[in-house]
């Protein structure tokens, strides 16, 4: 997933889904283990893009632009 493409509401949907599979009971593990991989790879890019923002909003405020929005 390239950043470009990255949504960060994609990314919280396609981890409820990861979510609800690693809860199934019947889940195997080698199953579990690759949920597991593909969520920690979402949070990590949800992280990333959310670090992304904080810091645009702190350079906005720092140049006092943030009244305007």
Known sequence: MSEK???LEDAFD???IIIE???KPD???ENSF???QEGMKLLK???DSIDK???DLI???ENGETDEL
């Open 53 to 55: 923002v904080e810091k």
């Open 5 to 7: 493409e990255f949504k």
């Open 34 to 36: 690759s949920l597991y």
């Open 27 to 29: 889940i195997s593990l």
């Open 14 to 16: 396609k981890l409820n």
């Open 21 to 23: 599979e690693l809860e």
């Open 45 to 47: 890019a949800s992280n």
């Open 59 to 61: 350079i906005l405020s």
